[in-house]
């Protein structure tokens, strides 16, 4: 049987020989560090003075409990600890970096004292007592320690990231407004975290019946446009509410089958409006706009609307006027009879818009449609029948109209 007084006897020496190497130890696990996880150590002075302040306090406490017999539950992580672990949050190092420091730090450490236990000790059974306790305190002393310090982590992160968001926020809206002349683009970029000189697509975002923990699913539908449109980097994302938000793609164009394709692998309540492109700051803001004149058109029609609507699309009514009624006025003078909301009304304008958008080719819109040239033949002469002017004079107002009624649906068609 092992005499417990003569175990904690022999770790009281081995901790206080450790205790005079502290420096050193600390050096030893620096360089440790160096060789796996070099991510902490290539860095700012600051920063590897801090890492270097963690471990010699986290030494030094793990040592005073093996010295004194203090409780590994009752100790608080180092100051310097916790404040390397907010460092690190507001950095956005992966937190994993964090606890494999820790898991790493244990192994060294403990390997520093099973060979002083070897050194000092001959007796197998005493040996075999020393080594359990020596892993039962680090146990207990690093498990403690990294529970407390991943969340000091968690709730600096989460702090760090809504003051950048705020300030992302107040600074989109003060490059909006443009107010104060011209702004400062090198600042404005380091505040927001996206390059204002290049060319941008503006979008807002929205889910249509959900209101709650939905900006992830939104911004995720950001990125998936700007991947589909070919291009780098990330969208600025900005949230203006629990159920929409602004964003701007770093991209040239961005063009209907990229927002269809996104859309697609998204939840069906995701909605879109898109501006056209705009470069620097007054596209900024231009292209921004535009997303938002149509995204007040989507809202006044409602569910009937289509998932995107674009600027170039509809652009021009959304120039003219938010007012639906104003609107679903226009498509029926422009239509006649043509602007019923019935099923074959229906067929005949979705067939008059193919037949125009081909150049007024009947095989082009045959093929198109998938079908036979003849029936397109039929529907074209039955749609212009229904029309109040001819095409040769209206043909332009025409098309807007169709397509129009083609987006929007019910909110702009007549009653049948």
């Known amino acids: 049987m092992v005499d417990e007084e003569a175990v904690s006897d022999r770790i009281r020496q081995i901790a206080a020989t450790l205790a005079d190497r502290a420096g050193e130890l600390t050096g030893d696990l620096v360089q440790l560090y160096a060789a796996d996880l070099p991510q902490l150590v290539n860095d700012d002075e600051r920063m590897v003075s801090l890492l270097s302040a963690s471990v010699y306090q986290n030494i030094e406490t793990a040592l005073q409990i093996l010295q004194h017999g203090i409780d590994p539950a009752t100790v608080e992580p180092p100051a310097a600890a916790m404040e390397y672990a907010r460092r690190l949050a507001q950095r956005g190092t992966p937190v994993f970096d964090l606890i494999r420091a820790y898991d790493l730090g244990q192994a060294a450490m403990l390997d520093f004292g099973f060979q002083e236990c070897i050194r000092l000790v001959d007796d197998a059974a005493l040996l075999g007592a020393m080594m359990r306790r020596l892993l039962k305190v680090a146990y207990e002393f690093i498990t403690r320690v990294v529970r407390q310090l991943v969340g000091v982590y968690q709730d600096e992160r989460d702090k760090w990231l809504l003051n950048r968001s705020a300030a992302r926020a107040a600074k989109v809206l003060d490059l909006l407004s443009e107010n104060g002349g011209p702004p400062d683009v090198d600042a404005a970029e380091a505040v927001i975290g996206y390059r204002l000189r290049g060319t941008h697509v503006g979008m ?12 992830s699913l939104l911004e995720s539908v950001a990125g998936a446009v700007l991947e589909r449109a070919g291009g780098e980097g990330r969208p600025l994302f900005v949230p203006r509410d629990e159920a929409g938000a602004w964003a701007w793609l770093p991209v040239a164009s961005v063009r209907r089958e990229h927002l269809d394709a996104a859309l697609a692998e998204a939840d069906p309540g995701v909605r879109v409006t898109v ?8 596209g900024f803001r231009d292209t921004h706009q535009q997303a938002r004149r149509v995204h007040a058109l989507a809202l006044a029609a409602g569910e009937h609307c289509d998932r995107v609507l674009t600027f170039r699309e509809v652009g021009t009514v959304a120039l003219m006027t938010t007012d639906l009624n104003a609107a679903r006025l226009w498509v029926a003078s422009t239509l006649g009879p043509l602007s019923a909301d019935d099923e074959n009304c229906a ?5 008059l818009r193919v037949f125009l958008a081909a150049g007024g ?11 036979h040239k003849n029936s397109v033949q039929y529907r074209v002469r039955k749609a212009q029948e229904l029309l109040p002017r001819g095409l040769a004079e209206s043909r332009l107002d025409v098309e807007l109209a169709l ?11 007549s009653p049948a």
Do not use: C, F, K
């Open 361 to 371: 080719s009947y095989t082009t819109a045959a093929g198109e449609l998938t079908m």
């Open 204 to 215: 807002i975002v929205w889910h249509a019946s959900e209101t709650h923990d939905v900006l």
């Open 275 to 282: 501006g056209d492109p705009g470069t620097g700051v007054a």
């Open 347 to 351: 067929r005949l304008r979705d067939t």
């Open 403 to 413: 397509n129009l009624s083609q987006r929007l649906g019910a909110a702009v068609l």
